[in-house]
């Protein structure tokens, strides 16, 4: 090795700190637009097509030790199982029926109020991959991407109700952002009395809270908070959470209300992504009078 | 204990590049497997390690600009905020490639303290671009440099023992 101090005998480019400064530069550049504009997506998606792979391979041994643990199951076992799922569907059956000659009730009646129908949706399985390598952020990565249509914004549920929301394609993967990802909003609604209002993830693993309540709320413990419906994203009508804990402070303009998700946020490996939600209807666009702007305008500066 | 003695003067064969992408996309897998809760916590960062290993040992060969391309990939890989990782293992390269004259001349527990400084780093990067996007600082994210340092002395006579391995065998 020869020694740079004195001379230098091999051109070897750039000197390290020249290097370091670049490359800084670039990737503080690269955050700043990430960050601010996301126009890296589709980048990120092709570099994805690179790292999959390893990320597919690095969850085979987890998955192996199911298969293996599956393998081995007893043939009592197996008994078991099957005459309790038989029980569980036939329960479901009858409530299934009832349910139809519901839905059918509630279609002509709201054909009679000449009310726009309830949505139906569609959904597929998918299989979670992993959880988020980072730990304040909950987020999962499942099995399908692109390539089985799942689409940006598409609402992820498992039996029991929301767990959260398409944020990224790629071609193979999508990533999921939970309903408990600090800030991540679900407008919902008191099943008791209807009263709607938005629920906010804590970034906590498990936690909810409804912010902006006034203390005077109509709002109890144990109050199950169902999908609103009334964004376009989510259809309505699904469970997301129950009421836990309310502070009630004369101090503070807003309660302090906590909820539980009652989806297993954190527990499945199945999940449920809806597809073929009917659009919002477009939002008509205001006829004002004319001079009507001018008039408020006006009035206000009075 | 010779590994434990001031790194000996003896000559090493040179590296083939197949094993230096190996190692990385080895790394790569390791960051990937499931890990979860307090091990996510306390998860090493493998792929800083191995950067950290080539660029201190073939600083020629793998450097800056390497480490920027792996950090990139560490990113998607993560699903993190683009450049996040490139911009640590920046850092971190620039270490290595700094202080590899230095650190060749240490013996085992020398380097590993030496390491812990750089590892500090290039979590500290983390730590801030957290801060800067959420508006909070986590302390725990730094617990993964003190076992990704704890995994230094390992790794280097793992990759020493392999190096004569080959050499042997040639």
Same mark, same amino acid.
């Given at each position: 090795?020869?020694?740079?101090?004195?001379?230098?005998?091999?051109?070897?480019?750039? !000197?390290?700190?020249?290097?370091?400064?670049?490359?800084?530069?670039?990737?503080?550049?690269?955050?700043?637009?990430?960050?601010?504009?996301?126009?890296?997506?589709?980048?990120?998606?092709?570099?994805?097509?690179?790292?999959?792979?390893?990320?597919?391979?690095?969850?085979?041994?987890?998955?192996?030790?199911?298969?293996?643990?599956?393998?081995?199951? +007893?043939?009592?076992?197996?008994?078991?199982?099957? &005459?309790?799922?038989?029980?569980?569907?036939?329960?479901?059956?009858?409530?299934?029926?009832?349910?139809?000659?519901?839905?059918?009730?509630?279609?002509?009646?709201?054909?009679?109020?000449?009310?726009?129908?309830?949505?139906?949706?569609?959904?597929?399985?998918?299989?979670?991959? &992993?959880?988020?390598?980072?730990?304040?952020?909950?987020?999962?990565?499942?099995?399908?991407?692109?390539?089985?249509?799942?689409?940006?914004?598409?609402?992820?549920?498992?039996?029991?109700?929301?767990?959260?929301?398409?944020?990224?394609?790629?071609?193979?993967?999508?990533?999921? +952002?939970?309903?408990?990802?600090?800030?991540?909003?679900?407008?919902?609604?008191?099943?008791?009395?209807?009263?709607? +209002?938005?629920?906010?993830?804590?970034?906590?693993?498990?936690?909810?809270?409804?912010?902006?309540?006034?203390? !005077? !709320?109509?709002?109890?413990?144990?109050?199950?908070?169902?999908?609103?419906?009334?964004?376009?994203?989510?259809?309505?009508?699904?469970?997301?959470?129950?009421?836990?804990?309310?502070?009630?402070?004369?101090?503070?303009?807003?309660?302090?209300?906590?909820?539980?998700?009652?989806?297993?946020?954190?527990?499945?490996?199945?999940?449920?992504?809806?597809?073929?939600?009917?659009?919002?209807?477009?939002?008509?666009?205001?006829?004002?009078?004319?001079?009507?702007?001018?008039?408020?305008?006006?009035?206000?500066?009075? | 204990?010779?590994?434990?003695?001031?790194?000996?003067?003896?000559?090493?064969?040179?590296?083939?590049?197949?094993?230096?992408?190996?190692?990385?996309?080895?790394?790569?897998?390791?960051?990937?497997?499931?890990?979860? %809760?307090?091990?996510?916590?306390?998860?090493?960062?493998?792929?800083?390690?191995?950067?950290?290993?080539?660029?201190?040992?073939?600083?020629?060969?793998?450097?800056?600009?390497?480490?920027?391309?792996?950090?990139?990939?560490?990113?998607?890989?993560?699903?993190?905020?683009?450049?996040?990782?490139?911009?640590?293992?920046?850092?971190?390269?620039? %270490?290595?490639?700094?202080?590899?004259?230095?650190?060749?001349?240490?013996?085992?527990?020398?380097?590993?303290?030496?390491?812990?400084?750089?590892?500090?780093?290039?979590? %500290?990067?983390?730590?801030?671009?957290?801060?800067?996007?959420?508006?909070?600082?986590?302390?725990?994210?730094?617990?993964?440099?003190?076992?990704?340092?704890?995994?230094?002395?390992?790794?280097?006579?793992?990759?020493?023992?392999?190096?004569?391995?080959?050499?042997?065998?040639?």
């Amino acid at each position: 090795m020869g020694s740079p101090q004195t001379f230098q005998f091999f051109n070897r480019g750039p !000197s390290p700190a020249a290097r370091l400064v670049f490359f800084v530069v670039l990737s503080l550049l690269l955050m700043f637009v990430d960050a601010r504009y996301g126009y890296l997506e589709s980048s990120r998606g092709a570099l994805s097509m690179l790292v999959s792979p390893i990320q597919q391979l690095a969850t085979m041994p987890a998955k192996l030790w199911h298969q293996a643990g599956e393998f081995f199951v +007893t043939q009592r076992g197996l008994v078991e199982e099957n &005459y309790s799922l038989r029980e569980r569907h036939n329960r479901d059956a009858a409530q299934l029926s009832q349910l139809q000659s519901l839905q059918q009730e509630n279609r002509q009646l709201r054909n009679l109020l000449a009310l726009p129908q309830r949505s139906e949706f569609s959904a597929q399985p998918v299989e979670i991959l &992993y959880a988020e390598r980072d730990v304040f952020k909950r987020k999962l990565l499942v099995a399908k991407g692109a390539d089985a249509q799942i689409k940006l914004g598409q609402v992820v549920m498992d039996d029991m109700g929301i767990v959260g929301q398409v944020t990224r394609v790629y071609p193979w993967i999508s990533e999921v +952002t939970l309903i408990t990802e600090k800030d991540h909003a679900v407008p919902v609604q008191v099943v008791r009395n209807g009263l709607r +209002t938005i629920v906010f993830g804590a970034g906590d693993t498990s936690q909810l809270s409804l912010r902006y309540m006034p203390v !005077s !709320s109509d709002i109890q413990n144990g109050d199950v908070l169902v999908t609103s419906g009334i964004d376009g994203v989510y259809p309505p009508g699904i469970p997301v959470a129950k009421v836990v804990k309310i502070e009630r402070d004369a101090a503070y303009p807003f309660a302090r209300i906590s909820c539980l998700p009652l989806a297993g946020v954190d527990r499945n490996r199945q999940l449920l992504i809806l597809s073929d939600l009917p659009p919002l209807l477009a939002q008509p666009t205001e006829e004002l009078p004319p001079g009507a702007g001018v008039d408020a305008k006006t009035g206000g500066n009075d | 204990m010779a590994y434990l003695s001031p790194s000996t003067p003896e000559l090493q064969r040179p590296v083939s590049n197949t094993f230096i992408v190996l190692s990385v996309l080895v790394a790569l897998f390791l960051n990937a497997l499931p890990w979860e %809760g307090v091990w996510l916590v306390l998860r090493p960062d493998f792929v800083a390690l191995v950067m950290l290993y080539w660029c201190t040992h073939t600083p020629l060969r793998v450097g800056i600009g390497l480490s920027w391309v792996a950090g990139m990939l560490a990113d998607v890989a993560d699903a993190s905020l683009f450049g996040q990782h490139a911009l640590a293992y920046t850092l971190l390269a620039f %270490g290595g490639v700094v202080l590899h004259r230095r650190l060749q001349m240490f013996d085992l527990r020398q380097q590993t303290t030496q390491v812990l400084g750089i590892f500090a780093l290039t979590y %500290g990067v983390y730590v801030l671009v957290h801060w800067q996007v959420s508006g909070y600082v986590m302390w725990s994210y730094l617990l993964g440099c003190l076992t990704s340092t704890l995994l230094w002395a390992p790794l280097s006579i793992m990759f020493m023992a392999m190096r004569r391995a080959r050499v042997e065998r040639e």
